[in-house]
Structure formats: C-alpha cells, structure tokens
C-alpha cells in the first residue's frame, strides 16, 4: 500500500470519527431537551403559587433549516447560476487531475 493510499485512508477515517462526534453531539441535543421538558413538565405539579404552562418539545427536528434548500423559492437564474458555478468547480478539478499526470508504477517484480 503507498503512502499516498495510506493519507486517504487516514483522511476518511477522521471524516468519519468527526460524523460520528457531530451524530452523539445532535442526540446529546436531543437527550437534554426531553430530559429538561419533562423535568418542567413534573415540577409544575409541585408549583402551588405560579401557573406556569407546559414547556413543549421540539415541533420540528434541529437540523431541519440547515439541511433545507429552498430550491421552489430560488428563481430559474439563481437556480442556473448555481448549476453553472457547480459545472465550473468540477471542470477546474479536471484540469487540475489532468496536470497532475497518471503517478508511476512501481512494480516490485514479484
């Protein structure tokens, strides 16, 4: 195995520890909003002077705006420029491979 496989490698596996910690944080988030709505929620039954109301859990989950595009909402021009900026970055990452050249061979004559 080169060394150049080995850098991916190694590369892939940080992404994946890194999906893996940001995956326990968003649940953590989860966890902790449960457990506090439904300590509030208990307490109130013990709160004799204050009417205070049920706290609500989550109408909606907590990466629902990051991950949403609002492609309905983008016009035919933004929606083409973006198509177009994206043909770019692809078409430059081409090149790009191209002028790196094919890496040699090593053949150990096994």
């Given amino acids: 195995m080169t060394l150049n496989k080995l850098y991916f490698y190694d590369e892939a596996y940080k992404l994946k520890v890194k999906m893996q910690d940001e995956q326990m944080y968003i649940a953590s988030c989860y966890t902790f909003k449960a457990l506090t709505t439904a300590l509030h929620n208990f307490s109130l039954g013990f709160d004799t002077k204050h009417k205070h109301k049920p706290m609500e859990y989550l109408d909606k989950p907590l990466l629902a705006k990051e991950f949403k595009k609002d492609i309905e909402d983008m016009t035919e021009e933004e ?6 900026k994206a043909i770019m970055a692809e078409e430059m990452w081409i090149k ?8 040699s061979a090593k053949f150990s004559g096994r």
């Fill in 79 to 84: 929606l083409n420029k973006e198509i177009q």
């Fill in 96 to 103: 790009a491979e191209k002028a790196k050249g094919l890496p």
